[in-house]
Structures are given as C-alpha cells and as structure tokens.
C-alpha cells in the first residue's frame, strides 16, 4: 500500500488520519525538494514519532521507491497539500498501471492559507513560478503570467524557488518587470515621448494625469498589437504561513525592499482590488 500524505504548513499540520498511516508504514518518505521546510527533520520525526527517509528530486521522478508498496505499506510525505507538484500525480498513474493500492490524505497548502490575506480565492489567476536567474539564465515567462491575469483583473500568486532569498527574489522580480517595460513599449509610443509613462491598460491611462495619446500617435485601445507593459505598485508578501512566526506584508514594492522575511515564502500581485479586499489589506500595511 502507498500512502500520499500531506504535512500542512506546520510541524503539527498532519492530519489525525496521515499520523495513523505512518504508523502502519514499514518506510516513511520524505519529498524534501520543493520547499524550504519552517522546521526540521528531527523536530518532524519527534511529532511522527517515526524516522523519516528523505528523497531527492531524481528518486522521486525514477518512481523507483513505489516497488517497496507492492510488499508492503510506505508512505511519502509532502509539505503542504500531497498534490501541489504534478510529479506526485506520475506517481499515482505508476500506482493504477501496476495495480499497487494507494490513499491520498489531505492537508492545508499555502493556496488555501493566503485567503487570510483577505483577497478572494476565486478571483485568483494562474499560478506562477519565478526560478532563480543563472548568469546565462533569465527566464521570464512568469511576467507574462501576471500580465495575463492582470489583464482579466486577477490577483496573482508567485511561487518563487527553493532557496532563493526574499532580497534577491524581490529585486529579480523588479529587474523582470523593468526589462519588460522597455521591451513592451511600441515605436508609435515613442515617437509621441510616451515612453516614460508605465501602461497597465487603458484604465491606467484614465487614470492618470496624461491624457490618451491622439489618433495621430495611432494608438489604439482594441489594437491586438498594442502590448502591456507591467507596473509594480503594491504587493503581498505571505512568510511561513500557519506556523507561529507567520507574517504578512502589504506595501509599495520599493517598501519592502528592506524588510526581513523567513522562508518558506510567496508573493501575490494584487489585480482589481473588490473595497472588501482593500480593507482586508489594510491590516498589513506597514
């Protein structure tokens, strides 16, 4: 038997189910990859009382492990919720294809803790990931991402990589949108001295103290080949989530530059903000 258990966001996040199938478990796995943990494998070991056994990227992808269930029961444990990764969803297709029975057990994942924030789930867009830059390096398709969703008015939740400093991860985001905004700005824009301005849409320019730019320049608000340009303003910060060093941040981006934040964390770029919303936000600002 294989049993896929979520751990929650904190060291007792495991549900009463998950802890009385680890004691019937003959191994104890640990996905060890996709996080950095709020605490440690001895303290994780303590509350299971079990040994836990950590797995690497590469064991997990092979499935190899997943032969142990056909003679007996094992279990691989995930922060989090079991099915956050789709990795984990390849090793319940192992499962049905060579008949090895399994059980997955629910628990509480980041996606379900970032409500507290007070911006409504069902109004966020597709998920993003920001990987950490090499020098030669520098994908960005988590910028079109948050366009995307900005586009639709929906609010943006940015997974950033394993180990990667709030500081770094926080500058590599403003770099991104920086270099985006250069790319994005159209030759007929430039040619009527708009460039300096940040276009997040035609509510931006509305809004703003300049005034739409004439038929002259040949911009136009339907045009396909019109491109957005992507504006940092205000955004959220959620560290540790459910754990008792739990924080949360709401602030111009340049504000938090200087702020200390622990791993595991995430940031969400707001979209159109419901007053509900905006005042839920409120209570982080600092």
């Known amino acids: 038997m294989f049993y896929l258990i979520g751990l929650g966001l904190n060291v007792k996040g495991i549900s009463i189910e998950g802890l009385e199938a680890v004691k019937k478990c003959q191994k104890v796995y640990l996905e060890s990859y996709t996080v950095d943990f709020p605490y440690s494998v001895e303290d994780l070991e303590k509350e299971l009382k079990a040994g836990v056994i950590k797995l690497s990227r590469e064991q997990v992808e092979s499935e190899r492990f997943l032969n142990d269930a056909k003679q007996e029961d094992i279990a691989m444990l995930v922060y989090g919720s079991p099915l956050a990764a789709t ?3 390849s090793l319940l297709l192992k499962c049905k294809k060579e008949n090895i029975s399994y059980k997955i057990i629910h628990s509480a994942s980041v996606v379900d803790a970032i409500a507290e924030t007070g911006l409504q789930l069902y109004k966020f867009g597709r998920t993003a990931s920001m990987p950490k ?6 994908p960005e398709s988590f910028v079109s991402i948050i366009k995307e969703n900005i586009k639709i008015k929906a609010h943006t939740l940015l997974l950033v990589d394993i180990g990667m400093p709030f500081s770094e991860s926080l ?14 700005v159209p030759p007929h824009l430039k040619r009527c001295g708009l460039q300096g301005h940040l276009f997040l849409g035609c509510s931006e320019i509305k809004s703003s ?3 739409p730019p004439s038929k002259e320049c040949g911009f136009n608000f339907g045009h396909k080949e019109n491109k957005m340009s992507l504006k940092l303003d205000k955004v959220v910060v959620c560290s540790r989530m459910g754990t ?43």
């Open 133 to 138: 830059w090499q020098r030669n390096y520098k």
């Open 87 to 89: 990795t984990h969803i």
């Open 244 to 286: 008792k060093e739990q924080d949360i941040l709401y602030n111009d981006i340049s504000k938090l530059k200087k702020k200390k934040v622990k791993s595991p964390f995430c940031i969400i770029i707001p979209g159109e903000l419901h007053f509900i919303e905006e005042e839920a936000l409120r209570r982080f600002k600092n």
């Open 209 to 211: 103290k300049l005034r």
């Open 171 to 184: 500058k590599q985001l403003i770099e991104a949108a920086e270099r985006n905004q250069k790319n994005n």
